[in-house]
């Protein structure tokens, strides 16, 4: 077995007696949307530093824990807090928590995050379904020897993106009178926010929001067989899109601002997904 599937087996062993139920879908909370953790009904909570071998996020606004608890009858596990490339930790690190939430059990994993909008249509507020990503500019998490219990050596990347999950993203947010708009999710490493020049670049490259996580978990995802979707939430326009410079505060702000909308279609996506799941077994 390579290191690095004894450290997530070891993480896992770790963790076992603590989790309360086999979670069906896995949820990673984005900057400023830590939130929805708090007010669900919660089994357990574990944090990232009772967890051996696991690595401790550093983020202010992000609280490092796993929380498992029912949405809508939904066994979830939520992560309240994600690791970031930018804080210094490897890429196997960085998705370790992804592969983890996979041994539990998780069949899906809904990623959201706070995102710089690029597509000139967009405005702060907005969210963004992901409907394909570029993570050229990171480390590929997969590099090095494949974790053969995992998944295979070369994976397909056709569709990170489930379309059935797309739907269901699409048909949720029409019911609930939200605006959903959808495109490509580009991560770049961070943690300073891009120049003008470099968003130029990520327009250019098809992207229409930018941020400085996901894509490296949603490859991870792909690979150990969940299937991924994701949402961000458009904090802020990029820089050079409009002229203001940026700063956390603000993009802080506006996921709170965003936050009661965002959590009535994360609850009922997630029960309509749960549906899917059993469907699927039976
Ligand atoms: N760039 C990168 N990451 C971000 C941004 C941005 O403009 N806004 C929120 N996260």
Redesign the pocket.
Known sequence: MSPAEERLNGCYESLAGRIPFQPKVALVLGSGLGGFADEMQQEAAVAYGEIKGFPVSTVPGHKGRFVFGSVHGVPAVIMQGRVHYYEGYSMEDVVLPVRLMRKMGADILFLTN???GINAGFRPGDFMMITDQIGDFVPSPLRGPNLDSLGPRFCDMSQVYDRELQAVLRKTAGELNITLREGVYIQ?P?PS??TPAEVRMCRTLGADA???STACEAAAAVHCGLRVCGISCI??M??GITDRP?SHAE?QQAADEAAPAFRQLLECSIRKMGELCRKGAD
């Open positions: 706070a995102a710089g770049l961070g926010y891009e930018v941020g400085m904090t802020n990029a820089c940026l993009v």
